[in-house]
């Protein structure tokens, strides 16, 4: 109740403070009508707004400081590594991640440097690596359509993409493109990320980088483009594969109209002059035919593959050898590769015995051709193009039969014989100490044991005729032989049996050569055409070995020389022993199994030879020789390498197929060569480790007894005496000698003709030292399997 004042009236009630608590109670406006609210929405919204930029800012802030460069993909950091064939101008192949030479900022061309930022990025010189408007645009457009269909982006957000980042379109990527942008910029300077950006963005046909791009697209180094090209592949990189003119028309017309704003774009920069615009936007400028091959066709592949294999063994690894950016100068001589395929489809038959044909996935013919003193492989032919067939059969190799007998030979004489020393050419033989048996030829033709050459035969004349019997007589009767021939080959230059780096080799062992092989001289182990023909090439250089090699020389992408080879030869056979053996080789060649490569018109020796397959068929044949200037192995084999070519191949003789090879590669790679001859024989004879191997002792011929014939008085003069006979019988008139005719294509000696020196076997070489007076089977026919 209300208390009443001093003048008789009541007071108004007081108001009560809130209970626990003082003065006044809290209250709270609220707007009363629309307008108010409005007012009251935008002030809370600004602030909260105002909120949420700083705390966005704040993020970003903390965000760019904890985002560092990571490392680049690896892809995009390779270069190619070129290879080159000898002279280091033709290219033969590369080894790749990517199809990039990168090249410096100096060398790329004004023009494309314009081109790229007038079409694709005109503030490049003057932004800091991001474009706002271009990630706003992009973000509404995202939105619009889903959220991964556009990206715009200045050439640094795009060099951060390829190089940092991957291709999805999402708003993640997009804040790190740009935040990497803005830092890389800071980094690095405009003109590096112009010279990185096009060293590594995809201009379509498998090129990275303006280097691969300009070979790509006009068949020339980049240095050189011109305007209106730079102008394309400006166009190009903005789409490769539908700006691409290869493509068909609707690409061409693509091409066209992108191609006209790139040179709208320099003339607005002011880079070209708009008549300069006018004159190239007219048409596209025009296109070499860039020549279409496999980067491992034919036998580029296996060129490739022996490069590769060389490299590893120089100590390079994967990561250099694929995308090191190395120039690799090989030994490979363009036209003497060209010859060796062409010799092969020339020379090689196309039917079998049958009347079938025959086709380079049947049988397998591998050429080597080695230089004397200096063991470059210059030519080879491996067989089957390599994207049919990966086996080189040059390196992959065959049974090498009869041609390890000039190892024989030259181990025959360092040990003390001479080439007049004699041997059991007889056949049967049977190797000493044992049961084991040794025949010749001429079971095919019926002779139940193999021809029989004499129990007496020069060493000449058994490398002549290819004599089984006599070469393992010989191997038998130098003091551990089989070792000792061993040696003398691997020395010379077939690899060992197992890998031995101061024995390299392609490959670099020899499967079953053995040291314990008894019968090694006969060929059992599987020889690589290419350490044969090194091995030869040892012969022609007097005794020195050089190892075969295909790499000359190599330089990284600095320019620095990491690899250069350095010639270096070993005697490994003594002088006057080499010259023995070459001289041997060469009587092969002139009387011998290999009279087919006599039209050649030069000195040469060589070895023919067979061998016979687990089964007793022939499944190999060869024939190795050389000049001094060059050595050349042929090796014939079928299948898998160990099928029989006896009954399929018209001839399975290494004095055939194998031989026409060899002279039709020699011929062509000799043509215009300087005629060499090598040393005469030194004719060494040591003391030889057994007995029974003397020279079949030359009998004098008895002087001639006087004639009763009175000689005309108006002559004055005597006639003059008949040359020595067999006979001790007076003569009447003078006896004419016999001629010795000339063994080659056109008179393959087929009647034996003998020589008149009362010890000959009939073979008609005059050398032999048998008394059975059997002919030998016809020349070209008596190699033994």
Not at 26 to 45: F, M, Q, Y
Not at 533 to 553: D, F, L, P, S
């Amino acid at each position: 109740m209300s208390s009443p004042t001093p003048s008789g009236k009541r007071r108004a009630p007081e108001k009560k403070a809130p209970a626990g608590g003082r003065g006044k109670a809290a209250t709270t406006k609220t707007p009363r009508n629309l307008k108010g609210w409005l007012l009251w929405a935008l002030k809370w919204g600004l602030v909260s707004l105002l909120g949420l930029i700083v705390l966005g800012a704040i993020v970003l802030v903390v965000a760019y400081q904890k985002t560092s460069i990571p490392n680049p993909n690896k892809a995009f950091q390779t270069q190619t590594t070129n290879i080159y064939y000898a002279g280091g101008k033709s290219k033969i192949g590369q080894f790749a991640v990517q199809n990039r030479e990168s090249i410096a900022y100096d060398e790329m061309p004004a023009c494309m440097k314009t081109g790229v930022v007038d079409a694709e990025n005109r503030s490049f010189w003057t932004d800091k690596g991001i474009d706002p408007k271009g990630i706003i645009r992009a973000a509404f457009t995202n939105a619009k359509s889903g959220g991964t269909t556009q990206g715009a982006s200045t050439i640094t957000q795009q060099y951060v993409k390829i190089l940092y980042l991957n291709q999805e379109r999402t708003y993640t990527r997009k804040m790190k493109e740009a935040f990497l942008s803005l830092k890389l910029q800071r980094t690095l300077s405009k003109q590096e990320i112009l010279e990185g950006y096009l060293n590594t963005i995809y201009f379509g046909r498998g090129a990275y980088g303006v280097q691969a791009a300009s070979h790509a697209y006009f068949d020339k180094p980049a240095a050189k483009l011109t305007v209106p090209q730079c102008a394309v592949l400006s166009a190009v990189l903005n789409n490769p594969y539908r700006l691409d003119p290869a493509n068909g028309d609707a690409s061409e017309a693509a091409l066209l109209s992108r191609y006209r704003y790139v040179l709208n774009s320099m003339a607005d920069a002011g880079d070209i002059t708009d008549d300069e615009a006018a004159k190239d936007e007219a048409a596209l400028p025009k296109f070499p035919k860039v020549k279409a091959n496999s980067s491992k066709g034919g036998q580029k592949g296996h060129m490739l593959a022996l490069v590769n294999n060389e490299l590893h063994q120089l100590g390079f690894n994967d990561e250099e050898i694929a995308g090191g950016g190395l120039r690799v100068t090989t030994t490979f001589d363009k036209q003497a590769m060209a010859n060796a395929e062409e010799a092969v489809k020339e020379a090689a038959p196309t039917q079998a015995k049958d009347g079938s044909k025959i086709t380079d996935k049947q049988l397998h013919v591998g050429v080597a051709s080695v230089v004397p003193g200096t063991g470059a492989l210059v030519g080879f032919y491996g067989g089957q193009d390599f994207l049919k067939s990966e086996i080189n059969w040059a390196s992959a190799g065959g049974m090498a039969g009869s041609t390890m007998k000039p190892f024989t030979l030259a181990a025959a004489l360092e040990s003390g014989f001479s080439l007049k020393d004699t041997f059991d050419g007889n056949s049967p033989f049977t190797y000493p100490g044992s049961t084991l048996q040794v025949h010749n030829e001429g079971e095919q033709a019926g002779e139940a044991n193999g021809h029989s050459y004499g129990s007496q035969i020069t060493a000449i004349t058994a490398l002549e005729q290819s004599v089984n019997t006599a070469f393992v007589d010989m191997s038998s009767a130098i003091p551990n032989g089989p070792k000792k021939v061993y040696e003398t080959a691997t020395k010379m230059g077939l690899a060992p049996e197992q890998a031995q780096q101061d024995l390299p080799g392609i490959p670099s062992k020899t499967p079953d050569l053995s040291p314990k092989d008894s019968l090694i001289t006969l060929g059992r182990a599987q020889a690589s055409p290419i350490n044969m023909a090194n091995a030869y090439a040892t012969i022609a250089a007097g005794g020195k070995r050089a190892n075969v090699h295909v790499i000359t020389k190599v330089v990284d992408r600095t320019g620095a020389v990491r690899y250069q080879y350095k010639n270096h030869t070993e005697q490994v056979i003594p002088e006057d022993v080499d010259a023995d053996v070459a001289y041997a080789m060469q009587q092969v060649v002139k009387n011998g199994t290999g009279r087919s490569a006599l039209p050649l018109g030069r000195p040469t020796g060589g070895k023919t030879g067979t061998a016979t397959n687990d089964k007793g068929e022939v499944s190999s044949a060869w024939f190795v020789g050389m000049t001094p200037q060059l050595s050349t192995a042929v090796m014939y084999v079928r299948g898998k390498g160990r099928e029989a070519l006896d009954g399929w191949m018209p001839s399975y003789f290494g004095a055939d197929y194998p031989t026409d090879t060899w002279l039709a590669v020699m011929k062509r790679d000799l043509e215009g060569k300087e005629v060499l001859d090598f040393p005469p024989p030194a004719w060494v004879d040591g003391n030889a480790p057994a007995h029974g191997h003397e020279p079949v002792p030359t009998k004098a011929p008895e002087p001639p007894k006087p004639t009763k014939t009175k000689t005309p008085k108006a002559t004055k003069t005597a006639s003059p005496p008949p040359p020595p006979t067999s006979s001790a019988a007076p003569s009447q008139t003078p006896t004419p000698t016999p001629t010795q005719p000339t063994c080659g294509v056109l008179n393959p000696c087929d009647t034996p003709t003998g020589n008149g020196n009362g010890n000959g076997n009939g073979n008609g070489n005059g050398n032999g030292g048998g008394s059975t007076g059997t002919p030998p089977p016809p020349p070209g026919r008596n190699e033994t399997p």
